[in-house]
């Protein structure tokens, strides 16, 4: 934790934390043998607790107390360092003797000190990015702002709010704006007749009661994998916590179990820290509504809840408790598989000559107007979560308080009365389980949906003179708004879009002009963004992949302003990182698509191999994508398709992906009943259903040789796979 001295804004104060600091910690840290023992009331948990951090916070301020130090700014070129500054001294020294003496020899020195001079800078501006790269490279973000900011392209992100509000003026506004959303719910609420006690009754042996507590090694592993990000009003760094593990473990094991054996959560795991984050870097920082608060907090509190969160998902998945069209925050489900059964659905329907409609819902702060009553009631009634772990949830949610810190300046704290924690690692799967009746709603007319945390989407298809169709998607939109509203959810109808897809016939134009729903004034656009990719009338995904080119294409001149400086390695890296992570992204659904806008990526691939490589602008590509063993745009697609068609067939994807695909089984005996082939569904249409996941997994499943298909492992198919795809490619 670090403190800005007012007066002196050029000081600050900050620990030094060294090789050394762990074994002078652990050396002056009291004797902890009497917090091993399990606590057996909430009082002493707390105590036990708050005496932990207090004595790791005075060790720390032992072994590294806070010291006032001069802040120095950045130095433009971190990479100038004492040689090259001899070096720049020796040949500054070498001319000025030329130019006094005229001499040949001074001449001559000049010229060779300055040649050493620019190859020493150069191997030393490559070293800094090396190591920089090299640390950073799983940190996206950090590379974007150092990329942008060395090519001087960096956009104001606003982070440098200290001059503009105040950390009290943030609370204030985050506390107001949740506050007026539920106002504005209320008022909507007395002609709403919709009760949100749905109560789905469980026997007791499918209840879930009270949480098992971990050993050791769970608890290691656990706190390893986690990321040291550190909470402002943690005792210690996670990264030095994580150091001293072995040496700590026993009393941090006491502090998890008691608190899963008792259903009780400390009171210091329930303060968070805010840190308001700009929405979009070109927004005006001067204007609050363009911030979102970002909650931080105790990593501590973080572990128990990851443990809180595997045990309460494996009860999740044993009794087939979520919904199945949920692909949020679960194992095997991520905005992919999503996009590949809503394309596909749309895209069989546009097969048969239907128009559909895809209508995106939009929530106002969602997460943050969940009501805690209506929250725990889903938990008992609708889970079957009791007992002690029922009680946990209930102290987890309840007494729980924020404040904001911005430039080290602290706000009032402020009690959190609705929604789940943000930031924490509970959040997202309890806003799931409070969304869970959703699904039996849209049931009731017969309209598909999918859901990705609080974006949900619905669609329905209808033969062209036959749109009255539509008019139950409507009647679901107002039977869910009404449910939204009794739930403190706000629907925003001035972000939910509709997308109508289907031939352009004159049903379809007109369909266009007359669509309300509820009274919503609901925009229809020619395109939409959906999960971050861009969906048009006929699915052809033209302005996505422009998209992607566009975007690419400028952080691929950047970085070709950076490649002088950088190693092979390093730019390969800031590729991967910038460009290809863009190219592969959501590219299962690109299969089929023509071969004019796969050029167009291919272009793009080809500019990166380009630059990493330094190749001509005329020479043959080819050889180059090979040397890099870089598989083409088609083939990626191609290996991204059957890649999630070998997860679908073994357990590793979502259920509404393998029901997709079916096993090939002849009525009779043949030679081809065991050769593990699937059923090519029949389609009317190769420009639609073509395109369709069910139809190309499998025919590109069927073309694959036999001990490719055969892997035992993922990694192993993985490797296989593209193997064989790279021999298709270049040979």
Not at 290 to 300: A, E, G, K, T, V
Not at 690 to 714: C, E, I, M, Q
Request: charged share 20%.
């Amino acid at each position: 934790m670090t403190k800005t001295v007012n007066s002196t804004p050029y000081y600050k104060y900050g620990r030094t934390i060294t090789s050394t600091t762990k074994d002078c910690f652990l050396s002056n840290l009291p004797d902890l043998s009497e917090f091993l023992s399990m606590s057996n009331s909430s009082e002493k948990l707390d105590d036990v607790t708050e005496t932990i951090d207090s004595l790791f916070s005075r060790t720390l301020d032992t072994v590294a107390p806070l010291r006032l130090r001069k802040i120095k700014e950045n130095s433009p070129t971190p990479w100038y360092n004492e040689h090259t500054r001899a070096l720049k001294r020796a040949a500054r020294k070498m001319e000025r003797s030329w130019r006094k003496t005229k001499l040949e020899v001074f001449r001559t020195a000049w010229r060779e000190c300055t040649l050493s001079y620019r190859k020493a800078l150069k191997s030393a501006r490559s070293d800094y990015f090396s190591t920089l790269l090299e640390e950073n490279k799983h940190n996206p973000r950090y590379l974007f702002n150092t990329v942008a900011k060395l090519t001087k392209n960096k956009e104001p992100t606003g982070t440098d709010y200290a001059h503009q509000h105040s950390s009290n003026d943030f609370m204030n506004y985050f506390t107001s704006k949740i506050d007026t959303i539920r106002d504005k719910i209320v008022t909507m609420q007395p002609s709403i007749t919709v009760s949100h006690q749905i109560v789905r009754y469980r026997s007791p042996g499918e209840q879930f009661n009270s949480f098992s507590t971990i050993g050791q090694e769970e608890l290691y592993k656990l706190v390893k994998s986690s990321k040291p990000t550190t909470f402002m009003l943690d005792p210690i760094p996670s990264r030095l916590l994580k150091e001293m593990l072995p040496d700590l473990i026993d009393p941090l094991l006491n502090i998890i179990n008691s608190s899963l054996s008792l259903g009780y959560v400390p009171k210091t795991f329930k303060l968070a820290a805010i840190k308001p984050l700009i929405k979009k870097p070109q927004l005006d920082p001067n204007e609050l509504t363009n911030y979102r608060p970002i909650s931080n907090l105790p990593f501590l509190s973080k572990i128990l809840e990851k443990v809180v969160s595997s045990q309460l998902s494996s009860f999740l998945q044993k009794y087939d408790i979520c919904e199945d069209f949920q692909s949020g925050f679960r194992p095997y489900h991520n905005t992919e598989t999503a996009l590949i059964r809503v394309t596909n659905d749309l895209l069989l329907s546009s097969d048969r000559g239907c128009i559909s409609l895809l209508v995106l819902l939009d929530l106002s702060a969602a997460f943050d107007t969940v009501d805690h009553n209506i929250l725990l009631n889903r938990l008992e009634n609708y889970v079957g979560i009791s007992g002690s772990a029922l009680a946990w949830f209930k102290l987890y949610l309840s007494d729980r308080h924020q404040f904001v810190a911005v430039n080290d300046e602290v706000s009032y704290r402020s009690q959190v009365q609705y929604g789940v924690p943000q930031g924490s690692v509970l959040g997202p799967l309890l806003f799931t389980l409070y969304m869970l009746p959703l699904g039996d709603i849209i049931r009731k007319y017969g309209v598909s949906f999918h859901c990705y945390a609080d974006d949900t989407q619905l669609y329905i298809s209808s033969r062209p003179g036959e749109t009255y169709q539509f008019e139950k998607l409507m009647d679901c939109v107002v039977e869910l708004k009404n449910w939204m509203t009794s739930n403190f959810l706000l629907l925003n109808s001035e972000k939910t879009e509709v997308l109508v897809i289907g031939p352009k016939t004159s049903a379809c134009n007109n369909l266009k002009h007359c669509l309300i729903l509820d009274g919503c004034s609901v925009n229809s656009s020619s395109s939409v963004r959906n999960l971050g990719v861009l969906f048009d009338g006929n699915l052809s995904f033209e302005n996505h992949i422009s998209s992607i080119c566009k975007t690419a294409f400028f952080h691929l001149k950047n970085i070709s302003k950076l490649r002088p400086m950088l190693s092979m390695s390093n730019a390969e890296t800031l590729i991967h990182a910038f460009m290809t992570s863009r190219l592969d992204y959501c590219n299962a659904l690109l299969g089929g698509c023509s071969a004019r806008l796969i050029n167009k990526l291919q272009l793009v691939q080809n500019a990166a191999a380009r630059v990493l490589t330094r190749t001509k602008k005329y020479d043959h590509i080819s050889p180059v994508l090979s040397t890099l063993h870089w598989l083409p745009i088609k083939h990626r697609i191609d290996f991204k398709i059957l890649l999630i068609t070998y997860k679908a067939l073994n357990g590793l994807a979502p259920q509404y992906l393998s029901e997709l695909l079916s096993h090939y089984s002849p009525s009779r005996p043949l030679r081809s009943q065991n050769s593990g082939n699937l059923i090519i569904q029949r389609i009317s249409k190769s420009t639609a259903g073509g395109r369709s996941f069910s139809y190309l997994a499998p025919k590109l499943w069927n073309n694959l040789p036999y001990n490719v298909r055969d892997a035992d492992t993922l990694c192993q198919f993985k490797s296989r796979l593209k193997t064989h795809l790279f021999n298709l490619a270049y040979t």
